[in-house]
């Protein structure tokens, strides 16, 4: 099984200039959770999906975030316009979802992202 | 809303002495409850989980985890630590509202040769 893929996995960009994070989860899985990680904050939720449909969305920082899963294979975080406050570790997760049961999420390698 | 906490920041301990990484939850209702490793400038994995049954589970890799209700507790222990088991581990949990976990800041175990 390849995992949770995501890319790139190293993102350097100016300030103002749009981000694009991608994410494939693990084939079969239903539910994705995209998180943010920092050394101020520790690992934060930002949004997740089950069944391709945005569930909680109330971790996204601010409108200048927004994510997609347009089908079960693809996710995108995009920041437009990024700021040097939002590098971050970046990390996409999925699991399985069904009513009542509780399943594990599995984690992808992450993409670092500099704004400067 | 369920909250963890990890109450050590980090944890520095000599290779082959044992290790206790302590979690506290708060939950009223059933809980699930997991630790996740995070080894450097990698993501996290799974390390254990308790779900149901047995409150006591352990990791491949010689670690356990004791899930005890009183005391909303599941703190992690290694009976004797390796110079690989250097990362830092997150404690979470859900109460299967909707797939959401719910993490603690995490705690920087650090052995030393």
């Not at chain 2, 990698?42 to 006591?56: A, C, F, P």
């Not at chain 2, 390796?82 to 052995?111: K, P, Q, W």
Request: some cysteine; proline content about 6%; hydrophobic content about 35%.
């Amino acid at each position: 099984d390849a995992g949770v893929i995501q890319s790139p996995r190293h993102e350097v960009t100016e300030m103002g200039q749009e981000v694009t994070l991608r994410c494939k989860p693990i084939s079969g899985h239903n539910s994705l959770f995209w998180y943010r990680q920092t050394m101020m904050r520790g690992l934060e939720l930002l949004i997740y999906f089950n069944n391709n449909v945005p569930i909680d969305d109330s971790g996204m920082p601010e409108d200048r975030f927004s994510a997609k899963m347009p089908n079960a294979s693809f996710s995108t975080l995009k920041i437009q316009p990024s700021e040097p406050r939002d590098s971050a570790v970046y990390f996409c997760a999925s699991s399985t979802w069904t009513s009542g049961r509780q399943y594990e999420q599995y984690f992808g390698p992450g993409t670092r992202l500099t704004v400067t | 809303a369920q909250s963890v906490t990890q109450l050590d920041s980090q944890v520095p301990v000599f290779e082959e002495a044992p290790v206790e990484l302590r979690c506290n939850y708060s939950s009223s209702v059933s809980v699930y409850l997991f630790w996740y490793v995070q080894y450097p400038n990698q993501g996290l994995q799974l390390l254990l989980k308790y779900l149901s049954g047995s409150t006591l589970v352990e990791s491949i890799n010689g670690f356990e985890a004791e899930f005890n209700k009183s005391q909303t507790s599941f703190h992690l222990r290694k009976p004797s630590v390796h110079i690989s088991d250097t990362a830092e581990y997150f404690c979470a949990a859900s109460n299967n509202a909707g797939n959401m976990l719910t993490f603690g800041g995490g705690t920087r175990l650090m052995v030393k040769p």
